[in-house]
């Protein structure tokens, strides 16, 4: 009889227990990644706003702002995390984020509008540890060629955190991304009431003004200064009319002294308007633009 030959009989046994290893029960991992990652909304824009004001990306690109959400699944605490090793893919390219947490202001980039969709508050920081269960909510900004289409990625890959060779990702539509025309405004204003009076100021002849009670609330996080006479009224002819200063039946102004994050501040402005002129906005002239709609059906008459 023909002797085995020993090294045959162990290439054999050898491919026995590679097979093996690799059968699908084999390949499930008993030490999965530490935390989830997943992508709550996104929205493109032409200009952020940061530390050093309304910041422009290069040319030829926009901002996408991506909102993503961080939780441990682990059974131990988790180290900070860089944004920059929150990486996007997109078109057969790479992007890190331009921004650090705290760097700009936080979007809510599922919202439909800016006066919602912009929180007077910095964005939370991914750099705190995270305990068992916990998760961190926060944006990233990075500046894409305008145009950009079909599916991208955001991977998160940390030796430190998640283990040699370990990263989690999370699906992003570019299609169904919110494409804002531009840049967030520093500040909303809300409308509370708006009235006609007829008052004298300063000579025989009753004027009709139109009195509007405001409250303007600092979405950026730092102080805003609000100048009254970048305040204007804007009739349905399209026509501006100033605001007037100084008239002393109006109370709660609404500039006094640096508006803060987050303090809504309240207080009344008004502007000459002879009948038949009929108004349609006022504007906030800023480095973007501030509007705020009015009704003329709404508007009562005061005494």
């Not at 007037?244 to 109006?250: F, I, K, Q």
Request: net charge negative.
């Amino acid at each position: 009889m023909p002797r085995e030959n020993p090294s045959a009989a162990a290439f054999a046994l050898l491919a026995l227990l590679l097979l093996a290893a690799l059968s699908p029960g084999c390949l499930e991992d008993d030490n999965p990644a530490s935390l989830s990652l997943s992508v709550l909304g996104a929205a493109t824009m032409p200009a952020v706003w940061n530390t050093t004001g309304l910041v422009e990306p290069p040319q030829n690109h926009t901002f996408l702002v991506v909102e993503v959400k961080l939780v441990n699944t682990g059974p131990d605490q988790t180290a900070g995390i860089r944004p920059a090793d929150i990486r996007l893919e997109a078109g057969g390219q790479f992007f890190k984020t331009n921004f650090l947490s705290g760097d700009v202001s936080y979007f809510n980039v599922s919202s439909p509008n800016y006066t919602e969709s912009v929180a007077a508050s910095s964005i939370p920081s991914l750099m705190d540890a995270l305990g068992q269960g916990e998760s961190v909510q926060s944006v990233l900004i990075y500046a894409v060629p305008v145009g950009l289409q079909g599916s991208a990625e955001v991977s998160y890959a940390n030796a430190t955190v998640l283990g040699k060779e370990r990263s989690v990702t999370a699906e992003l539509d570019l299609g169904a991304v919110r494409a804002y025309a531009s840049p967030p405004p520093r500040v909303a204003i809300h409308l509370n009431t708006a009235v006609y009076l007829n008052r004298t100021a300063g000579g025989p002849a009753p004027m009709r003004y139109l009195v509007a009670n405001l409250t303007l609330t600092d979405l950026w996080y730092q102080p805003f200064i609000l100048m009254l006479l970048q305040m204007r009224l804007v009739d349905g002819d399209g026509m501006s009319h100033p605001i007037l200063l100084g008239l002393p039946w109006l109370n709660g102004p609404l500039a006094d002294g640096p508006v803060l994050p987050g303090v809504p501040r309240s207080g009344s402005v008004a502007f000459d308007l002879p009948p038949p002129m009929v108004p349609a906005r006022i504007v906030l002239d800023d480095a973007v633009p501030v509007t705020v709609e009015l009704d003329p059906a709404a508007i009562t008459y005061g005494k």
